[in-house]
């Protein structure tokens, strides 16, 4: 679960730099821009489709890649809980 958590601090945490509300500059930013594009990697190819639409560089604006990221990473979390739940009844 905590695992999760961070993955998704992470994605939100950029999104807020594309957004401009955070601060980019300094390592903290380039932390948050480097291991956010590894969590968004399983779904760059989702993203691309919009990719026009929005910017994809970090700071410049809303990154549709970030969004499906979370929507899938929380998607994944939700099926992995529920299955740890049946365990739990068993």
Known sequence: MLAFAVIQLVLVARILLDLGVVPGGGRLGDLIVTYSDILAAPVQRAGS???????????TGLNVKMLVALVGWSVVE????????KFDEV
């Open 78 to 85: 939700g099926l992995i809980m529920r299955v740890v739940k």
């Open 49 to 59: 489709i919009f990719g026009g639409l929005f910017a994809t560089g970090a700071g």
